[in-house]
Nanobody
Framework: QVQLVESGGGLVQAGGSLRVSCAAS??????????MAWFRQAPGKEREFVAA????????YYEDSVKGRFTISRDNAKNTVYLQMNSLKPEDTAIYYC?????????????????WGQGTQVTVSS
């Protein structure tokens, strides 16, 4: 069983930066076998894809609305995935969720990921 724990959320002013982290654990977790992704869910809205990074080392994949502002990365030695968020906007306010898919390809659908964290709140004030 794989567990994901997000951290690093908080309150930031528009134009600011924040980095959220996702720590993976579990006997069956191996960083070189899991595609990791970030999703977010704003109040009253559907959960949406933000970014993903492949188990195979391919180029990360981003939703258009965050391209050039957000960067996903992973530290396999620490079993941790990061989402660096720059130039934050009020519309980025949401709960940010980490998700994992073993040997998964890039997938913008929630159903493509079997394991989820509990989420971390990011609030951007105007």
């Amino acid at each position: 069983q794989v567990q994901l724990v997000e951290s690093g959320g908080g309150l930031v002013q528009a134009g600011g930066s924040l980095r959220v982290s996702c720590a993976a654990s579990g006997r069956t977790y191996s960083p070189n076998t899991y595609t990791m992704a970030w999703f977010r869910q704003a109040p009253g809205k559907e959960r949406e894809f933000v970014a993903a990074i492949s188990w195979s080392g391919g180029a990360p994949y981003y939703e258009d609305s965050v391209k050039g502002r957000f960067t996903i990365s992973r530290d396999n030695a620490k079993n941790t995935v990061y989402l660096q968020m720059n130039s934050l906007k009020p519309e980025d306010t949401a709960i940010y969720y980490c998700a994992a898919s073993k040997y998964g390809s890039y997938n913008k659908q929630q159903t493509g990921y079997a394991t989820w964290g509990q989420g971390t709140q990011v609030t951007v004030s105007s």
